[in-house]
Nanobody, 127 residues
Framework: QVQLVESGGGLVQAGDSLRLSCAAS???????????LGWFRQAPGKEREFVAA????????LYTDVVKGRFTISRDNAKNTVYLQMNSLKPEDTAVYYC?????????????????WGQGTQVTVSS
């Protein structure tokens, strides 16, 4: 099972940018490129929701509608890292952000489709 560690969260103002990183560690180091990777988020009192996903090669990406045009997911398989560039942040983007790995060739927007999760990083956007 892949082990993931997120970083890059913080407190920012509306309109600011943040870049989240998620690095693989441990025995999964050599197989990182075989995973589809995703970002999810969970706000207080709400269910975890899909944010973005990227294919194994990085060619194909998916986004939830509310972040399209503002967030960009990317990956560097040589560094075993996936990124989430978040621009024009809004207060409603406030949540704990999780990266996740999926051992499949088919993209998924549901959390149950992912079998490796990081511990999460807090993003807080003030108005």
């Amino acid at each position: 099972q892949v082990q993931l560690v997120e970083s890059g969260g913080g407190l920012v103002q509306a309109g600011d940018s943040l870049r989240l990183s998620c690095a693989a560690s441990g025995r999964t180091f050599s197989t990182f490129s075989s995973y589809i990777l995703g970002w999810f988020r969970q706000a207080p009192g709400k269910e975890r929701e899909f944010v973005a996903a990227i294919s194994r090669s990085g060619v194909t990406t998916l986004y939830t509608d509310v972040v399209k045009g503002r967030f960009t997911i990317s990956r560097d398989n040589a560094k075993n890292t996936v990124y989430l560039q978040m621009n024009s942040l809004k207060p409603e983007d406030t949540a704990v952000y999780y990266c996740a790995a999926r051992s499949s060739v088919v993209m998924s927007t549901t959390s149950t489709g992912y079998n490796g999760w990081g511990q999460g990083t807090q993003v807080t956007v003030s108005s």
